[in-house]
């Protein structure tokens, strides 16, 4: 900031500066809105001329498709099938659809229809282009004409830049006086916007600006915009390397999880969505209706989930931590081998080992009925029960997920301080009395976030549950995540239950992670 | 140093780890069978060891055309190069200053931001499956690779952030405040000194953001239904799906696809655990 400036005016323009791209943002919106209301207009009446042109027989220009088309008629071959044919001079004699057909047919055929049932009417195809078709009952048929899209109109900035500059110098005019017109100056500047506003979007719009400015003229007199404005400059530096990636996970994280939020007070059925409120929620949560045992049922899935959780970490932990012991004694020979060939299984995408595991259960003749066969034991088909099938995901993600936890594990056990381990035995403790109590100990705090973090994706091991039992049988071994999935793309697109599961599971795991850290935290350091 | 164990204390660590090992090789020995063996069924003995040897499920992976003509393994592994290359840019890309920003400056809100960025990467992006889903379906990026850049870089940005704020903390600041000293700003220190000191540790998030795109699975069979724009893992899924299952090809595709990454995973292994646990401990 230069010396030369006189004090406040500098604040006075910066809030000024904020309160216009706030305005921008709001008239931006409403001015799209009140473009498309006139593109509808526009569209429709365009149509309607063009229609009427095709009555007169004349050909309209400008247009995707037109023409009279005939009353409906019985299909030769299937009675119960309607044909329109096209009538008059362009295109006369040919059927409408078929094999060849332009895709413009369809409009036509179902336009002739509607005008048959309702008359003469001009309307926006619902389909998003920006076309209209019009419609009016002629002789010997329909005169149709279908518009091309809409083309946008151009935004107005140089009106809105207009009023931004006349704001501009009000607002600095008020602060160059200083004092209370500081304010003043900000709110009427401000105000002005408003204006613009109500040509496009109305008195509510126009308020809602006013009382906007009136509030940051408000907060400018009182010293809140300075304070605000002071931190931030302090924090220039900081902030502005931090802008990218906090505007990134705003657009592409945040975006789509308050969608999901929203989403879940929806239901949505064959393509619509309804407001259902927390319908979807009160579904979930008392069960649907269905049984405790019923893998409708959300707590039955939830239960399931909680079981798989705890048993898979609790394999993990006991796998990991088993091998990381045996591969920490000092006499072991090829201790590098081992531990190459022991991540293997981290090394390999988890999607693949679980299609490796699902192959290797599948069938009568898979790898693991005849390793079974092989010692002497029944096959199993392990899909078809619940416990045989959850057993199978279990070991998948068993042999997945132990190198984690065996590396963090080797990592804790080489920070105990060996000479610990010479004063017990110079004491003459046994070795369960030295691992009760100096390797659990360390190794305790070691592991508890590596818990939290492999609880947290075994909880949302998608893949594993996905690909292996996929749910069987009957949806019964499936976790929350798959269920959500199946909520959203194979039951029907229940899109808003889908969001609801994903809520409820946010929330589980936000519980789960809150009190998880808490029990983390309270582990003894050592 | 304690002394030699019992005779029978030594002999079952020896079993246990032979037997775990064991158990680890015995899928992948199978599945490097099935990739040289003939016939589409996966296994109809327990051994390890192939009856026959043909090259034919390479030749049918890496063979097969689509509608259009188009090598189809070569067109999805290009898919898959280009989202993951183009997800691990981003991220790196913009995650980069604001690593470097958490690691020097004492700002209000660092703790929530850092806390944010932790708990995004820890919950993961399938819960998001949906709400993405119906808005690229909105956008009209629903069978993009644009899209599926999008997506990925939902992981990859959080991911960037931690892994590489844990390697500009390892940094020595003695050289930025040198620079400060001599009238340096912070862009420039970041540009000049921390970036170029950094370079291993960029190197080895990016390979590691890399590695998580290239073998995403569920996102990319959501998003795309089109053939021509499946990425390898949608592939290998689709070779043994419900109604047709051809494990050879299964196979020979998993080999394929895997064996880069997996070199590369364990080059980088050790980089790799460091990153996890300081972040969750300090979380």
Redesign the interface.
């Given at each position: 900031m230069s010396a030369a400036r006189r004090p406040g005016a500098g604040p006075a323009l910066r809030d000024w500066a904020i309160a216009a791209a706030f305005a921008l943002a709001v008239a931006s919106i409403v001015f799209v809105g009140h473009r498309n209301r006139e593109l509808d207009a526009r569209q429709r009446a365009w149509a309607s001329v063009a229609a009427s042109a095709v009555e007169h027989g004349e050909i309209p220009v400008e247009i995707d498709a037109a023409g009279v088309v005939g009353a409906a008629r019985p299909s030769p071959r299937y009675p119960f099938l309607r044909q329109r044919w096209l009538v008059g001079e362009r295109g006369a004699g040919r059927r409408l659809g078929g094999p060849d057909a332009p895709a413009t047919d369809k409009i036509l055929y179902d336009a002739a229809a509607r005008c048959d049932a309702g008359g003469a009417f001009a309307a926006l195809l619902p389909d998003g282009s920006g076309r209209a078709v019009a419609a009016l009952p002629t002789r010997g048929g329909v005169a149709i004409a279908v518009t091309r899209p809409a083309r946008p109109a151009p935004y107005p900035w140089l009106v809105v830049l207009g009023a931004l500059g006349l704001g501009a110098v009000i607002a600095a005019a008020g602060a160059l006086v200083g004092g209370r017109l500081r304010g003043v100056g900000v709110g009427i500047g401000g105000g002005l916007l408003a204006v613009p506003a109500f040509a496009w979007g109305g008195a509510a719009t126009s308020v809602a600006l006013a009382a906007g400015a009136a509030a940051v003229a408000l907060a400018s007199a009182r010293g809140w915009t300075d304070r605000v404005a002071a931190?931030l400059g302090r924090?220039r530096?900081?902030?502005?390397?931090?802008?990218?990636?906090?505007l990134?996970?705003g657009v592409?994280?945040a975006?789509?999880?308050c969608?999901?939020l929203v989403?879940g007070f929806y239901d949505h059925r064959h393509g619509a969505w309804t407001f259902v409120g927390l319908a979807n929620f009160a579904e979930i949560l008392s069960g649907g209706g269905h049984g405790f045992d019923d893998p409708l049922n959300f707590w039955f899935v939830l239960g399931v989930t909680v079981l798989w959780t705890a048993a898979n970490v609790l394999l993990h932990v006991g796998?990991g931590v088993?091998?990381a012991l045996?591969?920490r004694?000092?006499?072991?020979r090829g201790k590098g081998l081992?531990r190459?060939?022991?991540?293997?299984?981290?090394?390999?995408?988890?999607?693949?080992?679980a299609?490796?595991?699902?192959?290797?259960f599948?069938?009568e003749?898979?790898?693991i009925n005849?390793?079974l066969?092989?010692v002497g034991l029944a096959g199993v088909s392990w899909f078809s029960s619940w416990a045989t099938a959850f057993a199978a995901n279990v070991v998948t993600n068993t042999?997945l997920g132990f190198p984690f936890m065996m590396?963090?594990a080797l990592?804790a056990l080489e920070s105990i301080p060996?000479d610990l381990?010479?004063a017990a035995?110079v004491d003459g403790a046994t070795g369960w009395q030295r691992f009760r109590h100096i390797t659990l100990p360390h190794l305790g705090p070691?592991l508890a976030?590596?818990v939290?973090?492999g609880s947290?994706?075994t909880f949302?091991m998608?893949?594993v549950i996905?690909?292996v039992s996929a749910g069987q049988p009957g949806g019964s071994t499936d976790i929350l995540?798959t269920d959500?999935?199946r909520w959203?793309?194979e039951r029907g697109e229940r899109?808003g239950m889908?969001?609801a599961y994903?809520t409820l599971?946010?929330l589980v795991?936000l519980l789960w992670?809150v009190f998880g850290?808490r029990i983390v935290r309270r582990e003894p350091a050592p | 140093?304690?002394g030699?164990?019992g005779p029978i204390a030594?002999a079952c660590?020896?079993a246990?780890?032979i037997a775990?090992?064991a158990?680890?090789?015995?899928?992948?020995l199978?599945?490097c069978k099935k990739a040289i063996e003939p016939g589409r069924?996966?296994?109809?003995?327990?051994s390890p060891v192939p009856t026959a040897v043909t090259g034919a499920h390479f030749a049918e992976l890496l063979g097969a055309r689509g509608g259009d003509g188009t090598l189809l393994f070569l067109r999805h592994a290009l898919n898959s190069v280009i989202a993951a290359a183009a997800a691990t840019a981003?991220g790196i890309?913009?995650?980069c200053?604001?690593?470097?920003?958490?690691s020097r400056?004492?700002?209000?809100g660092?703790r929530a931001?850092l806390t944010?960025?932790l708990?995004?990467q820890?919950?993961?992006a399938?819960?998001?499956?949906?709400?993405?889903?119906?808005?690229l379906d909105r956008l009209g990026l629903l069978n993009s690779l644009a899209g599926l850049v999008?997506v990925y870089?939902?992981t990859a940005?959080?991911f960037c952030?931690w892994t590489l704020k844990g390697y500009f903390d390892a940094l020595p600041r003695e050289l930025e405040e040198a620079a400060r000293m001599d009238g340096a700003?912070?862009?420039t220190c970041?540009v000049r000194i921390v970036l170029p000191l950094a370079r291993p540790g960029l190197a080895v998030t990016a390979l590691f953001s890399f590695m998580t795109a290239?073998?995403e699975?569920?996102m990319a069979s959501?998003f795309m239904t089109d053939e021509a724009r499946y990425t390898l893992?949608v592939l290998?899924?689709s070779s043994?799906g419900q109604y047709s299952a051809d494990?050879g090809l299964?196979a020979a595709g998993?080999l394929v696809?895997?064996v880069p990454?997996?070199a590369l995973?364990?080059v980088l292994?050790r980089y790799l655990?460091g990153g996890?646990?300081a972040g969750?401990?300090k979380?």
């Open positions: 931190g924090h530096a900081a902030l502005g390397f931090l802008a990218p990636a906090v990134a996970m592409l994280v975006t789509p999880f969608v999901g989403l796998l088993a091998l045996g591969l004694q000092p006499w072991l081992f190459v060939l022991l991540i293997l299984p981290w090394a390999i995408p988890s999607y693949i080992t299609l490796i595991w699902k192959g290797m599948q069938g003749y898979g790898a005849s390793l066969d092989a042999w590396v963090v990592g060996r381990y010479e035995e070691a976030p590596a939290v973090l947290i994706w949302n998608f893949n996905f690909l995540v959500a999935y959203a793309f899109y889908a969001a994903g599971i946010f795991l992670t850290t | 140093m304690r030699r164990p030594a660590t020896y246990g780890l775990v090992t158990a680890v090789l015995y899928p992948v199978l599945v069924q996966f296994a109809l003995s327990a981003v890309l913009l995650s200053t604001a690593a470097y920003a958490l400056f004492r700002f209000p660092q931001a944010s960025f708990v995004v820890m919950f993961p399938t819960m998001l499956l949906l709400p993405l889903y119906v808005l999008l870089a939902t940005i959080p952030v700003g912070p862009w970041f290239w073998n699975f569920i959501t893992p290998i899924q043994v494990w299964f998993a696809t895997s990454v997996m995973f364990y292994q655990v996890l646990t969750s401990v979380g």
